[in-house]
């Protein structure tokens, strides 16, 4: 196959043909992965500007501070670790530009992006040039098993939990210790992220004899919810679960305050930013919970070490996306390390190994989907922070 040209590749990327013609540039590329290479490059493809920049630029520091930490200590295989950073700013087709132009750099792998639809649209290229991709964030079943091909994608691997287990915890929790009978639900129609939890928090929850008596969408350019949230209070819910997005969640949790809705609010990850308190309100919080991939009130001292070290490096205290960040970048360097290679298909196949690794968010193993097996964090919402209510083990009942 014909190598392209540098015009070729930089003229591919900016066109709009890029999008199918992207895994083919990236193909003709290979890893500077051999012995003469002075570092290790692994590429970083994260949502730094845009809608959901929170999360990217979260996970991308921790990533930073662990191969910051890793270098100082030796590196790995005698190498230091060169960090190859590029921001997809939470496009679908930007993202994908990016996988390809990391690819073309060299890198030995791809941690990020975030969220579901930029790891897709980054898969392919991935894919294509065999290069491993560990997402921190996307949560969604099918970033790792096409359901369509009835296969794992062998490239792909994610260090969070995935939707249906944060859904199941938190129906679990939500039925045994909140003692919650009949709920409401509210999803983005538009996002199969928050669809795919609705769907499956309802069936846990009435497969445990729950009844959900109220399901009301929105759209992600929607800032007014009181029509949905008056519908709602209609038909006198325990509570109202919202898998969406921070800054949804807290106009949606706001607005229902004001109509005087004082039902718990239940949720998922996405609710995990700053943001989200100063949207609602913290009086407004009160009383909600959502699944998550830690808490940075966990006690066990790595955790302790890991919030004290990001604090003084970033001056915030880290939320989940940093941690996983942190426990991702840590990921690959110790594949790296067990491949005794910077072959990205020895580092794959390193990958797929991994048994209890200790993270930040809980000692890891990779089920046969390339999902992590380990606990959910069930946090509560009091005076606008966070507190660790429970860690649970998904396991249905």
């Known amino acids: 196959m014909m190598v392209l040209g540098r015009r070729a ?39 730094l500007s845009g809608n959901v920049a929170t999360y990217g630029t979260s996970c991308k520091n921790g990533v930073m501070l662990a191969l910051e930490e890793i270098n100082k200590a030796g590196g790995v295989l005698g190498k230091q670790i060169e960090p190859v ?17 990391l690819a073309s750099m060299g890198v030995v792998a791809f941690i990020g992006p ?20 560990l997402t921190t964030s996307a949560t969604a079943p099918k970033v790792t098993f096409d359901e369509e091909k009835n296969r794992v994608r062998d490239f792909i691997f994610r260090i969070c ?39 499956n928090f309802k069936e846990f929850f009435t497969a445990r004899g729950g009844a959900i008596v109220a399901e009301e969408g929105f759209t992600d350019a929607d800032t007014v919810f009181k029509p949905q949230l008056t519908r709602i209070a209609a038909k006198k819910p325990d509570f109202i679960y919202v898998p969406a997005y921070y800054n949804q969640v807290g106009l949606i949790v706001k607005q229902a305050r004001e109509l005087g809705i004082t039902v718990p609010f239940l949720g998922a990850d996405g609710w995990d930013s700053p943001e989200l308190v100063s949207l609602a309100g913290a009086p407004a919080l009160n009383g909600t919970y959502f699944t998550n991939h830690y808490s940075s009130q966990d006690p066990d001292p790595k955790v302790q070490a890991f919030v004290k070290a990001y604090k003084e490096k970033y001056g915030v205290e880290p939320d989940s ?11 690959m360097v110790e594949a790296i390390r067990q491949a005794q290679s910077a072959d990205p298909v020895k580092i794959q196949q390193a990958l797929a190994a991994i048994r209890d690794f200790p993270g930040i968010t809980g000692k890891l193993s990779f089920d046969e989907r390339h999902n992590p097996v380990k606990e959910v964090a069930i946090i509560k919402m009091v005076d606008g922070k966070q507190q660790l209510a429970a860690k649970l083990i998904p396991e249905k009942k």
């Open 9 to 47: 590749r930089i003229a591919a990327l900016v066109t709009a043909v890029v999008f199918l013609f992207g895994v083919f540039v990236a193909g003709c590329a290979k890893p500077a992965s051999g012995p003469a290479a002075e570092k290790i490059k692994i590429g970083i493809n994260y949502e």
């Open 114 to 133: 975030a969220t579901t639809g930029d790891v897709m649209a980054a898969e392919p290229v991935a894919t294509g040039n065999k290069i491993p991709l």
């Open 321 to 331: 996306f940093a941690a996983l960040g942190y426990d991702a970048g840590r990921l």
């Open 85 to 101: 950073v590029r921001d997809n700013k939470s496009d679908v087709t930007e993202s994908m530009n990016v996988a390809t132009q």
């Open 161 to 199: 939990i995935i939707d249906p287990d944060q859904a199941l915890v938190m129906a679990d929790y939500a039925w045994d210790t909140l003692k919650l009978k009949k709920g409401a639900i509210m999803m983005d129609t538009g996002n199969d992220y928050s669809k795919g939890l609705a769907q």
